[in-house]
């Protein structure tokens, strides 16, 4: 994060998806909490049409588009927009792939684990017994069940995204004075 990446937290577990939410918001960085839709990460260029898309339909509803067409339209457009508000709603200001994934479980999230390894992003997990640490590369051995230990961990890898983004924006303002000097 303090070289400019971002890092993208995966957790569709119930118990998990809030606190994924919270953590991933609090340190400004993209999360998928609803379900893996394939191809995310290999996938990017259609990922990004829908990310777009997104964007697109709550720009129309904020600069009155709505008032202009019929409420038949307005009402399909909602729908679409709830449907990927909630498929890939976390990822809205996401441009480019991330620089590593944080995942919370990475038995359930097989997917997300081939889709990082094939593009060679590093993968942060918490790894219960049930997991094979060998797709991982920084692996955190840890409960991925419990609630306690899901928060305490995630909200350790928040406050590291949240220090590398003061680091980053120090630098740069640091190499800014040096520029103008």
């Not at 038949?72 to 679409?80: D, F, G, M, N, Q």
């Not at 994934?101 to 081939?114: G, K, M, R």
């Not at 991982?136 to 306690?148: E, K, L, S, T, Y």
């Not at 680091?167 to 103008?180: P, T």
Request: glycine fraction near 8%.
């Amino acid at each position: 994060v303090s070289r400019g990446g971002h890092i993208l937290y995966v957790g569709t577990k119930r118990q998990a998806a809030e606190i994924i939410r919270e953590e991933a918001v609090r340190a400004n960085q993209f999360h998928v909490t609803n379900r893996w839709l394939g191809g995310t990460l290999t996938n990017f260029r259609t990922m990004k049409g829908g990310l777009d898309r997104l964007r697109t339909i709550e720009r129309m509803s904020e600069d009155g588009t709505y008032e202009q067409i019929p409420k038949k339209e307005t009402i399909r457009l909602e729908k679409e927009r709830a449907r990927l508000e909630k498929y890939i709603g976390g990822m809205k200001g996401m441009s480019t792939l991330p620089a590593a994934v944080f995942i919370i479980d990475p038995a359930q999230e097989a997917i997300a684990v081939s889709e990082a390894r094939r593009l060679h992003l590093p993968i942060v997990a918490i790894t219960d017994t049930n997991c094979d640490p060998d797709l991982i590369d920084f692996v955190i051995p840890g409960n991925d069940d419990a609630i306690r230990s899901i928060r305490l961990i995630t909200s350790a890898i928040s406050d590291a995204c949240i220090y590398g983004l003061a680091r980053r924006r120090e630098f740069e303002a640091n190499r800014e004075a040096r520029e103008s000097q």
